[in-house]
């Protein structure tokens, strides 16, 4: 049996982030607005993530595990 899906509250990213993903994923985020936007991730995989409210969710049968990093302007 996978791991069940869990949604937590909306998230609010105060900063522009990069992720580096450590495992395969599939997720989805939902914006303010009540659009959505899926992704899927490979292993190493990075993604920009501007900074913004979301409500994100773990689509797959496996814990999400990534890096965030805070990426700053000169």
Same mark, same amino acid.
């Given at each position: 049996?996978?791991?069940? !899906? ?5 998230? *609010?990213?105060? !900063?522009?982030?990069?992720? !580096? =993903? ?6 989805? =985020? #939902? =914006?303010?607005?009540?659009? #959505?936007?899926?992704?899927? #991730?490979?292993?190493?995989? *990075? ?10 969710? +773990?689509?797959? +049968?496996?814990?999400?595990?990534? !890096? ?7």
């Amino acid at each position: 049996m996978g791991t069940p !899906v869990i949604v937590r509250s909306l998230a *609010s990213a105060l !900063v522009t982030l990069g992720a !580096v =993903f450590l495992a395969d994923t599939r997720g989805k =985020f #939902t =914006f303010p607005d009540g659009k #959505t936007e899926e992704c899927t #991730t490979k292993t190493g995989q *990075s993604m920009y993530v501007p900074a913004g409210e979301h409500l994100p969710e +773990n689509l797959s +049968n496996q814990p999400l595990e990534v !890096v965030l990093v805070e990426l700053k302007t000169p």
